[in-house]
């Protein structure tokens, strides 16, 4: 009767420690996602952050703005918050990587849509943008005037990923001819006001 009364003891008593031991996995793993330990990492260090203070008035047209610095050789993230300050939901803000002539663009609008493309080669009045992603909603693009984070990562001077408010939305390949970045917005209906709060770069 004794040696049959050691195994449930003995079960209750791994299963009390599987218990445990499950637990303070919990713990542990909530502990370090608070932390941030999971949360995705630019390349390189922050090596320049400012604030643009920059505000673009769009009505029914595209303003760019193009930043007098370059950015150095070599593996790099850039991240752009912005967001609507006032005016019509029907607006579109975003950043460019390359150049006045050929540039990559990433850009969201107030209604939740995101896009993502390359100018026109620069052969001819009538060439059209290259869609890589065409206006489309996505859940994680943040509506009306709440703050949209937009970070793009380039390795080997391509393009290889997109982040928006640090969700990934596109990975691949896009190379880019230089290394001047800027601001871009558009309006499609009334006018409104987008504002250009934040930039950081990161590279070694």
Do not use: C
């Amino acid at each position: 009767m004794q040696s049959e009364d050691l195994v449930p003891k003995r079960a209750m008593r791994w299963l009390g420690i599987s218990a445990a031991a499950v637990l303070v996995a919990i713990a542990v793993s909530i502990a370090l996602i608070s932390a941030g330990a999971f949360d995705p990492r630019p390349y390189g260090k922050l090596a320049e952050s400012f604030g643009i203070d920059q505000s673009l008035l769009v009505s029914q047209s595209q303003q760019i703005e193009w930043f007098d610095q370059s950015i150095p050789s070599g593996s790099y993230t850039i991240r752009l918050s912005a967001n609507l300050a006032a005016g019509d939901l029907d607006t579109g803000y975003g950043l460019l990587l390359g150049n006045e002539d050929e540039y990559v663009g990433v850009a969201v609008s107030s209604l939740g849509y995101v896009t993502m493309w390359q100018s026109a080669p620069a052969t001819g009045d009538t060439a059209q943008p290259i869609n890589i992603l065409p206006w489309q909603t996505w859940p994680h693009v943040h509506p009306s005037q709440e703050n949209n984070e937009i970070w793009i990562d380039v390795r080997d001077e391509k393009i290889s990923s997109v982040r928006l408010n640090r969700e990934i939305l596109w990975q691949g390949s896009v190379p880019l001819n230089d290394k001047k970045y800027g601001i871009w917005a558009e309006g499609f209906a009334g006018p409104a006001t987008i504002d250009f709060s934040l930039l950081e770069l990161f590279f070694d």
